[in-house]
């Protein structure tokens, strides 16, 4: 069974930068086919920020105007999504989401990012 662990979460102020961090346990994450991050505002649904496939192409919403980077590191079999110049807007719980088929589909229990005025 594949486990996804989220980190890196927390209250931020406008304009400040953070890092998530999703910890693949139970697979290598460099096999899935497609790793993302999602995120989900309260009274809203949950959306794709960003994405990246296994052989390397990169996928972004156009809301996040490109300061959202997501990455996969594979000695620490881990993906990550850098976000920067954080607006309130970017308040939500964050998810990681690892897809090898319909039949291993894999999400994190999310986190929580926060940004103040």
């Known amino acids: 069974q594949v486990q996804l662990v989220e980190s890196g979460g927390g209250l931020v102020q406008a304009g400040e930068s953070l890092t998530l961090s999703c910890a693949t346990v139970?697979?290598?994450?460099?096999?899935?086919?497609?790793v993302a991050w999602y995120r989900q505002a309260p009274g809203k649904q949950r959306e794709l920020v960003a994405s990246?496939?296994?052989?390397?192409?990169?996928n972004s919403a156009d809301s996040v105007n490109g300061r959202f980077t997501i990455s996969r590191d594979v000695p620490q079999n881990a993906m990550l999504l850098q976000i920067d110049s954080l607006k309130p807007e970017d308040t939500a719980v964050y998810y990681c989401?690892?897809?090898?088929?319909?039949?291993?589909?894999?999400w994190g229990q999310g986190t929580q990012v926060t940004v103040s005025s």
């Open positions: 139970g697979a290598r994450i460099f096999t899935a086919a497609v």
């Open positions: 990246v496939t296994r052989d390397g192409r990169l």
């Open positions: 989401n690892t897809h090898w088929s319909a039949q291993h589909d894999f």
